[in-house]
């Protein structure tokens, strides 16, 4: 009797196992299809996108009307971005196809730029239709390749999943038609050159000017960098455990990353610093702030003392706004009664005790320089009479912004409402031109509240 009550028992754990075991497989068999099926899509919808992007370059070397150019390019623009996030979605993370999403970003950035400007009082050039041109060659060669790949996944029925494990195991140098396909595209793309040289008004991605050219001051060494994050970290502890790395190799320009780990406390500081000169990029306080006890007033004035402090001058706060027990404080460069917006600095205050726990200068070092403002060709009331007769001046004043093409304009600022909505509005002081329309957060909910 009990030998017949263990057989079957053994019988419902044996049948129980393999149930268990059949509904796993079978999950995993779902999951991997779906990511098949994502893989594919991605696949094939990038090989359509990259033939949309040939045609339409080419459909453009013909045109001269700005009503029509100015629609093609912008067309251009948004099939390259859905291009790039195609690519993104592929299995690459382990293989290299950054010269093709550079590519690719460089057509973006052309005809966002050129689609955006007045066609009619500066139409393309010879050199702008010169880098088309080349754009559309490119773009058909990478159009062919592309096919290729796709002939053969499809003649053969290959799977993106085997390109995904082939890489994860470090295999990719095995024969695979889908790797050794895409491996193909990258070289002939590596082998564009530069087609931004045939025209200074383009200007990629990768040659943006992120270098902190403009820093002064000797390169530090890894024991100054370090005695600046204890300056800045104000701990007064003797049990601190530092790291220092050097970053940056190879690059025009190189930074410092310190952390200081306080024993006593349990808190750590992370900061990043230029080597040349020793400027903060950025640095945060890891620790917890659990209450309030002081205002936004009274946090702006520790963040211009921190400022002051650490030779940060000529700064004006444009923006606050608090999170739970922390103030978020954003300032900018006033020049002359000039808000200088690309020269902006952050600062992050804990309302506990007022102290600094997190500040980036990273956008401030990067364009911060001796400027030529000028004059503007439009007055006051002129670029007020602009703007949408629905809004509500309520202040007014300059500002240096950069505009959607990467130029550094002089405007008129004004802060308007409509209804319950806060705007800031940005006019041209030589166009008139409506810059930048931006809308400002209102204050959020307690939701609690609402429940």
Not at 2 to 31: C, D, M, P, S
Not at 69 to 79: E, F, G, Y
Not at 408 to 422: A, K, P, Q, S
Request: proline letters at 2%.
């Amino acid at each position: 009797m009990i030998r017949n009550i263990v057989i079957a028992l053994l019988v419902v754990v044996v049948a129980g196992t393999a149930f268990w075991g059949y509904q796993e497989h079978k999950e995993k068999n779902a999951v991997l299809i779906n990511a098949e099926n994502t893989y594919q899509r991605a696949f094939h919808d990038l090989s359509y996108q990259v033939d949309l992007l040939h045609d339409k370059v080419g459909s453009t070397l013909a045109m001269n009307s700005r009503y029509s150019l100015s629609p093609a390019l912008t067309d251009v623009w948004r099939i390259t971005s859905e291009a790039q996030s195609d690519v993104g979605q592929l299995p690459l993370t382990l293989l290299p196809f950054n010269k093709t999403e550079e590519f690719l970003s460089k057509i973006a950035d052309f005809s966002y730029k050129t689609a955006v400007r007045d066609l009619e009082k500066e139409p393309l050039n010879d050199k702008e239709y010169a880098t088309l041109q080349s754009l559309y060659t490119q773009a058909g060669d990478i159009q062919g390749e592309l096919r290729k790949v796709q002939y053969l996944v499809l003649k053969n029925n290959l799977r993106w999943m085997d390109v995904e494990m082939a890489l994860a195991s470090g295999k990719e140098n095995s024969d695979n038609t889908i790797i050794d396909g895409l491996k193909t595209v990258e070289k002939k793309v590596s082998g564009y050159g530069e087609t931004n040289e045939m025209n200074p008004t383009f200007t990629s991605a990768q040659q943006r000017d992120e270098n902190f050219k403009n820093l002064q001051g000797e390169t530090i060494t890894k024991e100054e960098a370090i005695a600046t994050a204890k300056n800045y970290a104000h701990s007064k502890s003797k049990n601190l455990k530092v790291n220092v790395e050097e970053n940056g190799k190879g690059s025009d320009y190189g930074f410092y990353s310190v952390s200081i780990l306080d024993k006593d406390s349990d808190t750590e500081l992370n900061m990043d610093l230029t080597k040349k000169g020793g400027y903060p990029i950025w640095y945060i306080n890891n620790r917890d702030v659990n209450k309030t006890n002081i205002d936004l007033t009274q946090a702006n004035t520790k963040a211009e003392a921190f400022l002051k402090e650490h030779d940060f001058s000529s700064l004006e706060l444009f923006e606050s706004a608090q999170y739970d027990n922390i103030a978020l404080l954003n300032y900018v460069t006033a020049e002359n009664g000039v808000k200088i917006y690309p020269d902006s600095v952050k600062v992050k205050i804990a309302l506990d005790d007022g102290s600094v726990i997190g500040f980036s200068a990273d956008e401030y070092l990067k364009s911060h320089k001796t400027r030529e403002l000028g004059n503007p060709n439009i007055s006051e009331k002129e670029a007020k009479d602009k703007i949408n007769s629905n809004v509500k001046i309520m202040e007014e004043g300059k500002a240096l912004i950069t505009n959607d093409i990467g130029e550094e304009v002089l405007c008129y600022e004004f802060l308007g409402t409509i209804e319950n909505d806060t705007y800031r509005i940005f006019i041209n002081a030589d166009t008139g031109q409506e810059e930048k329309v931006e809308k400002l957060k209102n204050s959020e909910p307690v939701y609690e509240n609402l429940i």
